[in-house]
T-cell receptor, first 116, second 111 residues
Framework: GAGVSQSPRYKVTKRGQDVALRCDPI?????LYWYRQALGQGPEFLTY????????KSGLPNDRFSAERPEGSISTLTIQRTEQRDSAMYRC??????????????FGEGSRLTVL | GESVGLHLPTLSVQEGDNSIINCAYS??????FIWYKQESGKGPQFIID?????DKRQGQRVTVLLNKTVKHLSLQIAATQPGDSAVYFC??????????FGKGTLLTVNP
């Protein structure tokens, strides 16, 4: 597709379940980011990939959160043993620029996670 | 810790007026700044960017001003239109890949 695609758009799960959120970046974009956005707040950095390498995961809240991008394209953000505080909009973004460069981030529509 | 913030959480203007959205940043090491527009239910959309070696940059109906002395960034929108109604975020980057966003300003354009 022309833009960053995320799925599912909406996910409702029960506390304690695992969830996997998928991001399909713009074709050819080498950089991929995961952000989390609370209502009325700016996106908060979670993790960054340069091709398939996860170069920064400092924003992941705890070890229940993990992300991968095994072939340097599609990425999955996994949250294990979900808790209510994990409820948020999870946004993926991609960029043509490799780490250290400037450049526009293209954001997806996001995955809205609700943990009951 | 250092962060990006906004002076005004909401701004209401009349259609046709000029809008000014302000942002204060505290990290002097930041060398690149971006303004994003986010409409309801959508992801942030790039508006305009500016490097720290510049103090002004103009786009179509938008101008970004950077004052490094007081660590202030502003977005000016000329002849504001109803379609400009959205939340606007400033973001900073510190010579690496990580973009740090501020809290956002809600712009409402009254017809």
């Amino acid at each position: 597709g022309a833009g960053v695609s995320q799925s599912p758009r909406y996910k409702v799960t029960k506390r304690g379940q695992d969830v996997a959120l998928r991001c399909d970046p713009i074709s050819g974009h080498v950089s991929l980011y995961w952000y989390r956005q609370a209502l009325g707040q700016g996106p908060e950095f979670l993790t960054y990939f340069n091709y398939e390498a996860q170069q920064d995961k400092s924003g992941l809240p705890n070890d229940r959160f993990s992300a991968e991008r095994p072939e340097g394209s599609i990425s999955t953000l996994t949250i294990q043993r979900t808790e209510q505080r994990d409820s948020a909009m999870y946004r993926c973004a991609s960029s043509t620029r490799s780490g250290g460069g400037t450049g526009e981030l293209f954001f997806g529509e996001g995955s809205r996670l609700t943990v009951l | 810790g250092e962060s990006v913030g906004l002076h005004l959480p909401t701004l209401s203007v009349q259609e046709g007026d000029n809008s000014i959205i302000n942002c204060a940043y505290s990290n002097s090491a930041s060398d690149y700044f971006i303004w994003y527009k986010q409409e309801s239910g959508k992801g942030p959309q790039f508006i305009i960017d500016i490097r720290s070696n510049m103090d002004k940059r103009q786009g179509q109906r938008v101008t970004v001003l950077l004052n490094k002395t007081v660590k202030h960034l502003s977005l000016q929108i000329a002849a504001t239109q109803p379609g400009d109604s959205a939340v606007y975020f400033c973001a900073e980057k510190m010579s690496n890949y990580k973009l740090t966003f501020g809290k956002g300003t809600l712009l409402t354009v009254n017809p």
